[in-house]
């Protein structure tokens, strides 16, 4: 049984630093709409969180951020002035809306 323990934690680690590399290497592109790219990235979190690798939820917020291309460069700024932190589910509802807007 503890070797089968063992497997199981190199396992969980190996998955925790494969995530990690995704997560860290994401970026938004022209093939998807910003919703499905923030869900994602959302995901991986929960994955990591769920084999103990926590990530605050400020963090994850200009995690997303970061993974924006230079066209939300003005989205970045305004999130910045505010002085209220976002969640990740106002984070996407407010990326929703400037997609839409920068599509037209």
């Given at each position: 049984m503890k070797a089968i323990d063992?497997?199981?934690v190199s396992s969980n680690?190996?998955?925790?630093?494969?995530l990690m590399k995704r997560l860290s290497s994401m970026t938004l592109d022209r093939n998807r709409i910003v919703h499905e790219h923030i869900m994602e990235m959302n995901d991986i979190a929960g994955k990591l969180k769920s084999l103990e690798?926590?990530?605050s939820e400020p963090f994850l917020?200009?995690?997303?951020?970061?993974?924006?291309?230079?066209?939300?460069?003005?989205?970045?700024?305004?999130?910045?002035?505010?002085e209220d932190k976002w969640s990740t589910n106002k984070l996407l509802t407010m990326c929703v809306q400037e997609e839409e807007r920068l599509k037209h």
């Open positions: 063992e497997k199981f680690k190996a998955l925790a630093s494969t690798v926590d990530m917020v200009h995690f997303i951020l970061n993974s924006l291309p230079t066209k939300y460069g003005l989205f970045k700024i305004s999130y910045n002035t505010y």
